[in-house]
């Protein structure tokens, strides 16, 4: 694009490729359409030829109807983007769009708050991308999006707003970020990254910031592989794994019953070999379901991988920018003074690795769901500024990308002692899945043992009779099969609770807060206090005998706001942490 | 814990909320009644039906002694708030007690809301939101509502930062 000079009323247009590129996917659509309606018409025409001409015609102006179609589709869609475009003006940026009904967008550069871009495949081969500016606009804040913007002019607007934002501030304020040399760490796709920074995409252009990167990483490729095999999809694919055994087993189980039953009936020989057949094809269909979940697990990793791709964090003064995506590309950038917490997440696989992921938590926008799709997931949990870090290194990481991090609190203070009986009583029994289970399972037995004798006293023949008590057996089995995953699951829960309450902790001091809820699994929050919207320490009945209180810190962080709760504080410490809430108690 | 917030809610806010619980207990009721007596009207044989209403009729009984006599008292005695320069603080809540402090750099807009019960007793409720939530001190006088409102907005706005 050319920047030539600048006035607050010139109007940028986005790239041309609005015109073709967002009316290909409409195209593409109409020929489906096309081809499914008239395909029918089209083998008659094959079948019968005497019916051709009839045929012919149809297809014919079914074909010059679409052409219309589509015709009509581009035009549009030239209208469309003659009346889209952007202005930079003196206190405000304008987004005009509309043909019929005119739209006018007003973001004042002091309510920007982060700007985002994301490419999808075909638009980065092209070198666009979609930007998006986010304002913290309230519960339901849409992101302002402008589509079709080539890879330079996005990066010439980011600057432009960032600047002329800090120019409203006046932030006279330099980057606190610790110097040294960007540390160059990297991975197999990132190759993948450097050709389409080399080959740009076919409008990209080149744009270079004038802010300078203080600090910049990337991910090794233990780390990226690690972090795609450890991904939540792995997790669920386990989970779903032992479950369709389970399932699998419970079906073949109650198959075995009732061809047991008609076995009984004609031949009690044959059941032996029929169970053989049964046992042979239960190993199949266990086999056949964790191929499947491999399958799954692999693709979910490979996925991730690709997510992951080509990742780079930096800072670049007061910015924190996040690049992934080797095939589809986003970039994330958040300013510092928005940024709500600092999150250290450790999931359960990798705690037992000792890896954790850090993220960001900021007001997150509602995008356009037809642009983002399934990176609509990602944007809700803040910015991920390292999916797959040693635990270890962490703080290293932190003090390069967010200094102003650096005086977290170091005394965490524990819960109460209380706080362990409380909590395994709460995650065992009350909301112990383990405990419900076996509970729900007992109430079944019951029921089946209550409904088995009435059927033998009803059935006539000794065949039924038998029937209903290989039936009885097999209940019995599939009922030792649910307490015994009771069991796994209510030792997983009583082993949570334990960690639980050895575990969390809250801390802060005169700057920040942090707060550790652990676990099987454990997150580290860590948040100003100018970020805490109100504190609220909550009590039940039992918590005031026990002298333990809920402390809930709200932050605005994610969709209308997140509230960071620690269970089970001592009384005394919750009421001093509330006074730290006040803000006379500096 | 720490003494509580020194100002009460308008004593007229307990005749609001039983006005409010009863309206609502009498469409309960009448929504759960119905039924059974049409059934028990139209085939007098269903003498299930007279004991069904019977139940529904000692059930909303039961709540709306509950709601109209017991409750509010405890509530009103329960809702304390204090307006101090920088914050607000609120204490409420019968079984689960919550203390809540809303510093008022934090506040993003205040308004005074009244529904037809409340202008009756000539009562308003005071909402202060951020940028996370709201807060709504309910059943204050008219007049105190509008100074309410109006402190916390000025202190707000004095002390306003960036979200």
């Given amino acids: 694009m050319e920047q030539a000079p600048h006035t607050p009323d010139t109007r940028y247009r986005v790239h041309n490729s609005y015109i073709w590129l967002g009316s290909l996917g409409a195209v593409i659509a109409l020929l489906f359409v096309l081809l499914v309606t008239s395909g029918g018409t089209f083998i008659s025409l094959l079948a019968d030829p005497a019916e051709a001409l009839p045929a012919a015609i149809s297809l014919i ?17 030239l209208l469309s983007y003659k009346h889209l475009y952007f202005t930079i003006g003196q206190d405000e940026f304008n987004l005009f769009s509309g043909i019929f009904n005119k739209q006018r967008v007003h973001i004042p550069y002091a309510r920007i708050q982060s700007i985002d871009q994301h490419a999808t495949l075909l638009q980065r081969i092209f070198g666009v991308c979609t930007v998006s500016i986010d304002t913290a606009g309230g ?11 080539t890879k330079q002019q996005a990066e010439w607007l980011r600057s432009q707003l960032f600047a002329r934002k800090m120019q409203m501030e006046q932030a006279t304020t330099t980057a606190s970020a610790a110097g040294g040399a960007p540390t160059q760490s990297g991975n197999v796709l990132d190759v993948g ?7 740009g995409g076919v409008f990209a252009g080149s744009y270079q910031d004038a802010v300078p990167v203080t600090y910049e990483y990337g991910l090794t490729n233990k780390e990226l592989l690690l972090a795609g095999i450890s991904n939540n999809t792995a997790f669920a694919a386990i989970i779903v794994a032992i479950l369709g055994v389970v399932g699998e087993l419970m079906g073949v189980f109650s198959d075995q019953i009732a061809d047991e039953g008609a076995l009984i009936i004609n031949d009690v020989s044959a059941s032996l070999s029929a169970g053989q057949i049964i046992s042979g094809s239960l190993a199949g269909a266990c086999a056949l379901i964790f191929g499947v979940m491999l399958i799954i697990w692999i693709v979910g990793a490979i996925a991730s991988c690709v997510n992951y791709g080509g990742f780079r964090a930096r800072r670049r003064g007061p910015r924190i920018e996040v690049e992934r995506g080797l095939l589809q590309h986003t970039l994330q950038g958040v300013n510092i003074d928005r940024v709500q917490a600092v999150v250290i997440k450790q999931t359960f696989i990798r705690r037992l690795l000792g890896y954790c992921e850090l993220s960001l938590a900021r007001i997150d926008a509602q995008g356009d769901p037809s642009e983002s799709g399934q ?3 990602q944007t809700q949990q803040g910015i991920v500024i390292h999916p797959f870090l040693k635990l270890s290194r962490a703080n290293e990481v932190l003090s390069g990308l967010v200094p102003e991090y650096r005086d977290v609190p170091q005394e965490p203070i524990a819960l109460s002692p209380k706080a362990l009986r409380r909590g395994l009583i709460r995650r065992c029994i009350w909301q112990g899945g383990g405990f419900w289970c076996a509970v729900c399972a007992a ?10 004798p009435s059927t033998l006293e009803v059935g006539p023949t000794d065949t039924v009779n038998q029937l209903a008590i290989s039936t009885g057996g097999f209940t019995d089995v599939i009922f030792a099969i649910i307490y015994i995953l009771a069991l796994i699951i209510f030792i997983f829960d009583i082993v949570g609770a334990i960690m639980w309450a050895r575990g969390s902790s809250f801390a802060y001091n005169h700057r920040f807060m942090q707060v550790t809820n652990a676990g099987l699994s454990r997150q580290t929050m860590n948040f100003p206090r100018q970020k805490i919207q109100y504190g609220t320490v909550r009590t039940n009945p039992l918590q005031r005998a026990a002298k333990t209180a809920t402390i809930q810190a709200r932050t605005a962080a994610g969709m209308g706001g997140t509230t960071i709760a620690l269970i089970d504080v001592a009384e005394e410490a919750a009421s001093a942490w509330l006074d730290w809430v006040r803000p006379h108690a500096r | 814990m720490r003494e509580l917030p020194v100002n009460q809610l308008d004593p007229k806010i307990k005749s609001v909320w039983r006005i409010n619980d009863a309206i609502w207990i009498v469409i309960g009721f009448v929504i759960c009644f119905i039924p059974f007596a049409i059934v028990a009207a139209v085939a007098p044989e269903e003498s299930w039906a007279i004991g069904v209403m019977a139940i529904v009729a000692i059930v909303f009984a039961a709540l709306a002694i509950l709601c109209i006599v017991i409750l509010p008292p405890i509530r009103y005695v329960r809702w304390r708030y204090q307006l101090t320069d920088d914050f607000l603080d609120i204490a409420k809540g019968i079984i689960w007690k919550q203390r809540i402090i809303v510093p008022f750099i934090r506040v993003q807009n205040t308004d005074t809301r009244q529904g037809p019960i409340m202008r009756a007793f000539g009562l308003a409720s005071v909402t202060v939101a951020t940028a996370a939530g709201e807060h709504e001190i309910p059943g204050l006088a008219m007049s105190e509502a509008e100074v309410l409102r109006d402190k916390a907005a000025e202190l707000a706005r004095i002390a306003r930062e960036d979200v």
């Fill in chain 1, 61 to 77: 102006s079914v074909g010059v109807f679409m052409v219309v179609v589509a015709a009509i589709i581009v035009v549009m869609r």
């Fill in chain 1, 139 to 149: 519960a339901s804040n849409k992101a302002v999006q402008i589509p079709y913007v």
């Fill in chain 1, 193 to 199: 990254k450097q050709v389409w920074d080399e080959v």
């Fill in chain 1, 375 to 377: 990176s609509n997931q």
């Fill in chain 1, 443 to 452: 109430i079944l037995q019951i029921i089946v043992r209550a409904l088995i």
